[in-house]
């Protein structure tokens, strides 16, 4: 089974800590990666990256010291070596330029506010994860347990 990478960027450890305790629910199946800025997670991604793993997800904070998660996001999307790599913004200072641009730019999957909902970071990302085994082109059945059915079945009936 390949081995698939959820990296969550935030500047701030407790936003970080809690981020990846609301993910533990996908720990069986993918690597839940911290990263406190920009530059780390790119190391961490390149490493990842390296070894033939997955860069699955990405779930960014905007504002940083250094590089925004904007910027980085844009730079992620622009790297062919992720080109199926899904990616958030979950921020609360985005403004709405800060937000359009991510979208044009970055080409961000979804946008989530500070202070978000533990069920609706969960469910996007078990979408998000769906959409990036399908689209892989992995063995979606040996994930099930932490994708989205709902998305399988529409993705899967697409296809038929």
Known sequence: MEKLNIICIDDQR??????????????????LEECESADEAWEVIDE???NGDYVAVVISDHVMPG??????LTELNRDQRFVR?????????????????????????????????????V??????LTHFVLETGLEFQDYMPVLDQDTLYQELRKRN
């Open 123 to 128: 469910q996007h990302v078990k979408q998000m």
């Open 85 to 121: 790599t899904r990616k958030m913004l979950l921020t609360g200072l985005a403004t709405h330029k800060d937000t359009i641009y991510a979208i044009n730019q970055a080409g961000i999957d979804f946008y989530l506010e500070k202070p978000w909902s533990h069920q609706v970071l």
């Open 67 to 72: 590089k925004s998660g904007v910027d980085f």
């Open 48 to 50: 990842i990256d390296a």
């Open 14 to 31: 407790e936003v970080l800590s809690t981020i990846v305790k609301d993910l533990d629910v996908f720990e069986s199946f993918v690597s």
